[in-house]
Structures are given as structure tokens and as C-alpha cells.
């Protein structure tokens, strides 16, 4: 079988895998965040937090759970690194610095996972399990929350004065309550998913345990030391919750991670199903199927659209080295291919993934665009879990504000209009990480030490394949990816320090943007369809949303990927 059919065969398998979940799964989500009842371990939970998970919020106070919650979070991940030398478990590795264990603290509470360090060489047992895994569930549920607040800002008039949870009764204005919806996304979504996930990796050769440091020998003479660790637990919350950060440096090219084709594309399929699935809980939440088809689509055509250049360009195998080599799989993996490595890089930075199965700076100059580009987007193709959702709402209603000037009519979206203060928000949520991205890269680009950082030769770290590298890391970092370039030094105090707070203000303004429209949108009465209302559900603003994303991330991104990837491709 060539190479390309394998990748196209791989790809066909992954849709019909994508496509048989779609609907049981994104039923059963909207099953879970509409129920008025609690399950006693999430009661047990409730009482040990002290949260009255029936207390309806509006938007203010549902920010300010998120907040609070992603704040602790943050202190404890910090703390628990910064006392790791004397824990238990610790394997013998010495406490982490300061601004590595903040970058690290805020990489995993916004649901980055960007890693300035090598996993089995710096972080123990305990700061694995109880630190990073907890809050690879625990970040992804947030952000599930978050989107079915804007979900429910769109869908409170078809539910004012009926019970959401306790029976109390749900008022104009209201969004639910976070700490129901956190604790559910994580106890009935996440939780048993990442379960099944874990057994089946086992199965299939991926490591679960707590063994210490030892020597193995290589097929060449010598031994190198290497570690265990719970792995397969952490491996399948890192895909499924569009997490990304790796037990060991390797991430997901290491055969403890990923042992073969098999599970890479089981993985692949973790990052992807829930992003899509919620298209279906959102088009049940606000009462028409059809709407979440829309967004389905839309998602479905970039996606799809992105693999298929990403397959052409790296089997193409563009350039002199390239093609005397005879392929592109410098960088990649025997075990997975060109088709499986491209399939994969697609999926990971068109999520707020950031696990990777190669070599991502060893792609071609086009490929690593594509993967800028993915990223750029905002990842709303599908996007992350819940942000991706959240993501593409508002790109929609930048698409009927923008239908409405067309037609010198008032916009409206799923009967709430779009007024000023709606179209205002959705534009700080658009500008915010383009602002976080371009500043921090244009900064880093003037000063000596960052610039140290590149890895490269002079020649080409001074090039536009160096600040490729460095567009790349904000990017990954201000989109909260968490994948890398590579060739660049990131653990420096100004690279954790910059990236931490892109990781942060690019995961948490954005909410702030996202929950304030979602209060907008559910105090607002529904305006009743008429002949000139836009028809959202057909293929029509479909394509409408795929041109305003391409457009809009085109005119912001276009002049900094002229000076990296496309400089570098047409060179």
C-alpha cells in the first residue's frame, strides 16, 4: 500500500469514527447540562467545596467562579512544584524555579500545556498525577462550562420560569451555575471517557505504573536511564480534554505515550470527538438540530480543508533537501508516517491541543504555516473542548453583523439582535489574542537575549525560519496550543515569564468577553422570525462563516506569516 493511500484510508476511518459519536455523544452532553438532578458523588463534591450548585448565576458571578477557581488552581500547581525536592515520589528530581513552576502553573490551568522542560527529567510522580492530570480535567471542564453559558444566553427565553437544577427557577438574565457545570463536565463527561480511553492504551502497549528511575539498554551498546509513570491515564485526559502536555519530552512520539498506528489515530480521534459533539449539544440546548449541523459544517469544511493541504504539501515533499531524501520524514516517526504525522499536526493545532506526534519545525516551510494558520484561527475548527464552541459562536455573530450591513438590516441570531454592545464584545473577543500574539513576538524580536534563544544556526535562527520559531511559541502560547516549533530555548526567565502571561490573559480576557455577551444575549427578549431573517441553518451562512474566518484571520495574520513561513517556503 503507497504512503498517500495509507493516510487517505486513515483519514476516511477517523470521519466515520468522528461521525458515529457524533450524535449519541453530543445527545448525551445535553442531556447532562440540562438535568435538574445531581449524582451523590457530585453532591459529596458540592458539600466538600461548599457550593450551591442550585443557585442560578448570572453572568458577574459565573466570572467571577471562574476566576476564583483558576486562580486556586494556579497556586496550588505552583506550589506543589515549588516543594516537589522534598515530596514523596519526586524521583529524585529538585523543586522547580520559580518562573518555570509559574509558566508551567499557568500553562496547565488555561489549558495550554505548554512544557519549557523534559517531563521525565524534571517533574516526579506525585506532581504528574496530582498536579498536572488533575488539572488537565479540571481546565477542560471549564472551558465546556463556559460554552454552554453562551449556549444558554442564546436558548433562556425558550426556558424562562422552568427548573434547571433543585427546582429553582431559572430568571431572565440567568446562565446556570458554574460549579454544577464544572463538576458535571468533569463526572459525567470527562471522567468516564478518559476511563475507557486509559484501558484501551493499556491494551495496546501504553504504560501505567509508579516505577522509579532505571537503566535500559540500547540496540547499539550503552544504556540510557528512563522512568515510568501513570502515562496512559495522563495521555488519554491530555487528547480528550484538548490538553496536550506530555509525560516525557517526546510527548506523543514516545512509544510509552503512543505505541503504534493504531493509537495514533485512537488519539486523534480523542482531541476531536468532544469539539465536534458539542455542535450537537449546542443545536439540542437551543432547540433546533439544524443550527448545530451549521457550525458542524463549518468546522467540518476547514478541518477537512486543512488536512488535505497539510497531506499535499508534506507528501509533496517540497525543497532540494527534501526531495534528494526521497520524502518529508525528517522529524516524524516510521511508525506513523507522513499521513498519520500530518492528520495529527492538523488536529492538534486546529485544537487547543498542543500534543504532537513529531517534529513540528521539521515540517516543510508551507506545512509549518498551515499549522500557524490553525492555530490563528483562533482553534475553532473544531477548537478546543468548549472554546472551540464558544470560538465559533462568536465568529457567527461576526458573520450576521456583517450579513446585516450587506442588506441594511438589524442582525439577529437565533432571535436575539445583535446590537452594539453584543458586536462590541464579539470584536474585543477577536482582537485580544492577535494583540497578545503580534506585541509579545514583535518585542521578543528586538531583544538580544531573546533572540539567544533561537537554537539554530546563525545563519537560519537570524531568518525567517527563526521567527517562525518565535511566532510560533506566542501563538501556541497566547491560543493556549501548547505545542512547539522547536529550535527555540523557551525556558529562559523572560520566554516563561511572557509566555505564562499570554497563556493567561489569552485563556481568561476572552471568557471575560464570552460570559459578558452571554449575560447580553439572555436579558434580551426573542425577536420573531420574518421573511428577511437570515437563515442560519442552511449551507448559505455556512459559507458565509468559513469566509469571515479566513478573512478576518487573514488581514490580522497575514503581514507576520510573510516573514516567517511564507518567506521561508518561497525562498
Known sequence: MSPVLAGVLQLIALTAALALAYRPLGDYMAAVYSSPKHLRIEKIIYRCIGANADAEMRWPAYLRGVLAFSAVGVLFLYLLQRIQGGMPLSLGFASISPDQAFNTAASFVANT??????????????????????????????????????VRGFSLPRVLGSARAGGTPIRTGDLGNFWADLVRGTVRVLVPIAIIGAVILVACGAIQNFSGIHEVGQFMGGSQQTNGGAVASQEVIKELGTNGGGYFNGNSAHPFENPDAFTNLFEIFLILVIPFALTRTFGKLVGNVKQGYAILATMGIIWLGFTALMMW??????????????????????RFGIGGSSIFSVATTLTSTGAVDSFHSSFTAFGGGIQLLGMMLGEIAPGGVGSGLYGMLVMAIIAVFIAGLMVGRTPEYLGKKIGTREIKLAACYILITPTLVLGFTAVSMVLPDALGSMLNTKALGAGSHGFSEVLYAFTSGANNNGSAFGGLNANTPWYNTTIGLAMLLGRFLPMVFVLALAGSLAEQKPVPETAGTLRTEKPLFAGLLVGTILIITGLTYFPALALGPLAEGLS
Not at 133 to 143: K, L, M, P
Not at 314 to 332: D, I, R, S, V
Open 313 to 334: 504539501t508534506e507528501f509533496a515533499h517540497g525543497g532540494p533537501a527534501l526531495q534528494a531524501a526521497g520524502a518529508a520524514m525528517e522529524g516524524k516517526e516510521t
Open 113 to 150: 500545556n505548554w512544557q519549557s522542560y523534559s517531563g521525565e527529567q524534571a517533574m516526579g510522580h506525585v506532581v504528574q498525577t496530582v498536579g498536572l492530570a488533575v488539572q488537565n480535567f479540571v481546565s477542560a471542564a471549564t472551558g465546556m462550562a463556559v460554552a454552554i453559558a453562551l
